[in-house]
């Protein structure tokens, strides 16, 4: 059955501090791929997406994701976390069938 | 443009009961998801549905069952309700199928007692 890892639960983090996050699927065909966020008191919302091209892809508040086939990866990474960046992380896949396949998703938490 | 709305936001219930959920998608929006999510395990599919068809059903036991209006508009109802159930309830809208970026409503909290 079609999976999503991501290897950390819960990170802390000190403001300016480098993030990486680990999203790893499990599918051999062709993916879409995307990071959602969920703030405090908020609706769940992209932070970005990949289906083709370029595999380094930038989204919104300064994150980014690295699609790495060979190692069925796509890690969300920021250089310098912020105090607002405080919010659980969830990496999906759709394989396949439009169905999307989610993480158990990763809390993190920025000490300013 | 309104964003998706879920109602009600929440509600308890006791165990056998049944309960049912009301989402309505963005304006425009043919696809509605459903989704469990509760503490360490992340978002369970339910269900999909597009053009009032249901086109994927996750692994949740035959208790949970949902509709599509031809407004888009979408209900997702439980019965006999377990103490399992407790959990909030997502639902998304998205414009098409696979690579549509999913909006998400607020979710319905369901407290089963």
């Known amino acids: 059955a079609q999976s999503v890892s991501q290897h950390n639960h819960h990170v802390i983090l000190s403001e300016a501090a480098s993030l990486e996050l680990g999203c790893n699927y499990s599918?051999?065909?062709?993916?879409?791929l995307f990071w959602y966020v969920q703030y405090p008191g908020q609706h769940l919302q992209l932070l970005l997406k990949y289906f083709s091209g370029d595999p380094l892809v930038k989204g919104i508040k300064g994150f980014e994701a690295e699609f790495i086939k060979s190692k069925f990866s796509f890690n969300l990474r920021k250089p310098s976390v912020q105090w607002s960046d405080t919010a659980e992380y969830f990496c999906?896949?759709?394989?396949?069938?439009?169905?999307?396949?989610w993480g158990a998703g990763t809390k993190l938490i920025i000490k300013p | 443009k309104a964003g998706v709305t879920q109602t009600p936001r929440y509600l308890i219930k006791t165990r056998g009961q049944q309960v049912t959920l009301s989402c309505s998608p963005i304006s425009g929006h043919r696809s509605v998801s459903w989704y469990q999510q509760t503490p360490g395990q992340g978002l369970q599919f339910l269900f999909e549905?597009?053009?009032?068809?249901?086109?994927n059903k996750g692994n949740f036991p035959g208790r949970f069952s949902g509709r599509q209006f031809s407004n888009s508009r979408s209900e997702m109802n439980v019965s006999t309700l377990e103490l399992g159930d407790s959990a909030l309830y997502l639902c998304?809208?998205?414009?098409?199928?696979?690579?549509?970026?999913?909006?998400f409503g607020p979710g319905t909290r369901l407290t089963v007692l």
């Open positions: 999906a896949v759709n394989a396949g069938n439009y169905q999307l396949i």
């Open positions: 998304a809208s998205s414009l098409g199928r696979g690579k549509y970026e999913q909006f």
């Open positions: 599918y051999g065909g062709t993916v879409n």
């Open positions: 549905y597009f053009s009032e068809t249901q086109r």
